[in-house]
């Protein structure tokens, strides 16, 4: 069983930035695929983003692109979502899930975080 705790979220303005992290206390995201998912109220989950274990495969939602930018550090267990350029519809609980290598790149996942709530607003 592998534990994802997001972190990071918050109250921004528009225009604004946040770093959002998922780690894995007790195990390791290292083997695992990581995605980024939201889910606004009244609306259903959305992908955001997802990075391979290796970092050679991100994808990214388009209306993410150019705004959002995935990475990882495995050597610090923690995948990181960078948000630039926020705007109110971004306002959602952002989630982070792990995927295994028996899963396709970014096409399932075995483990769910709690999420982290991202409001934007002025």
């Known amino acids: 069983q592998l534990q994802l705790v997001e972190s990071g979220g918050g109250l921004v303005q528009p225009g604004g930035s946040l770093r959002l992290s998922c780690a894995a206390p007790?195990?390791?995201?290292?083997?695992?695929?990581i995605g980024w998912f939201r889910q606004a109220p009244g609306k259903e989950r959305e992908g955001v983003s997802c990075?391979?274990?290796?970092?050679?495969?991100?994808k990214y939602a388009d209306s993410m692109k150019g705004r959002f930018t995935i990475s990882r550090d495995n050597a610090k267990n923690t995948v990181y979502l960078h948000m630039n350029s926020l705007k109110p519809e971004d306002t959602a609980m952002y989630y982070c899930?792990?995927?295994?290598?028996?899963?396709?790149?970014?096409?399932?996942?075995?483990?769910w975080g709690q999420g982290t709530q991202v409001t934007v607003s002025s």
């Open positions: 990075i391979s274990s290796s970092s050679s495969t991100i």
């Open positions: 899930a792990a995927g295994g290598a028996s899963r396709g790149i970014c096409e399932g996942w075995d483990y």
């Open positions: 007790g195990g390791t995201l290292a083997y695992f695929t």
